[in-house]
Nanobody
Framework: QVQLVESGGGLVQPGGSLTLSCRAS?????????LGWYRQIPGKQRELVAT???????TYADSVQDRFTISRDDRKNTIYLRMDDLKAEDTAVYYC?????????WGQGTQVTVSS
């Protein structure tokens, strides 16, 4: 069974940086899978932040382009989200997504709070 565990969230001041990690288990084909980061604010829909394919093609939401960087380490079955120049509006619960054979798997989420 595929499981995803996120880590790295926390409280950071505006303009600061954080790096989120998402480690996957239960799959032997991690290296060819597409994964992504989404975020959700209470009362709003979950929104796409960034995705990365098996060949490391990346996409970003306009709101995070040039500030966030998604990457992967297939040896560790892990993806990362480096977040720079954080803004108050980046405050949300961040979720990791893994797409495998037509099924979407989600992590439990990690809270990111940007506040002075």
């Amino acid at each position: 069974q595929v499981q995803l565990v996120e880590s790295g969230g926390g409280l950071v001041q505006p303009g600061g940086s954080l790096t989120l990690s998402c480690r996957a288990s239960g799959t032997t084909i991690f290296n060819i899978l597409t994964l992504g980061w989404y975020r959700q604010i209470p009362g709003k829909q979950r929104e796409l932040v960034a995705t990365i394919t098996g060949d490391e093609t990346t996409t970003y939401a306009d709101s995070v382009q040039d500030r966030f960087t998604i990457s992967r380490d297939d040896r560790k079955n892990t993806i990362y989200l480096r977040m720079d120049d954080l803004k108050a509006e980046d405050t949300a619960v961040y979720y990791c997504l893994l797409k495998c054979v037509g099924v979407d798997y989600w992590g439990q989420g990690t809270q990111v709070t940007v506040s002075s």
